[in-house]
């Protein structure tokens, strides 16, 4: 096995930033919902601003309470619904 990182969704960033904006929260209150205890409330703006890359349990929340499938954030080629939080199709 190679030391390579994974390539990373160029995407994530922003549409965890929509989702946020469209639940109309703070970052502090985001970080609440997520409900990540060994994560810091500061962790959220650099996953908006791509500078730290959520772990899989955060992306999962992320995707719960935005009512979509995990793959329609990590998918680049996937958009987000217009309407967020959606219904769940899962």
Same mark, same amino acid.
């Given at each position: 096995?190679?030391?390579? !990182? !994974?390539? !990373?969704?160029e995407r994530l960033a922003l549409k965890l930033?929509?989702?946020r904006?469209?639940?109309?929260?703070s970052q502090?209150?985001? +970080?609440? !919902?997520?409900?990540q205890?060994?994560? +810091?409330?500061?962790?959220i703006s650099g996953y908006e601003r791509g500078e730290r890359e959520p772990p899989l349990? /955060?992306?999962l929340k992320y995707a719960k309470l935005a009512g /979509?499938?995990?793959?329609?954030?990590?998918?680049?080629?996937?958009?987000l619904p217009a309407k967020l939080p959606s219904k769940p199709k899962h």
């Open positions: 096995m190679g030391r390579s !990182r !994974r390539p !990373r969704p930033l929509q989702i904006e469209a639940l109309g929260v502090a209150e985001m +970080h609440l !919902r997520l409900d205890p060994k994560s +810091h409330p500061a962790h349990p /955060v992306i /979509v499938c995990v793959d329609v954030l990590i998918d680049d080629t996937l958009d």
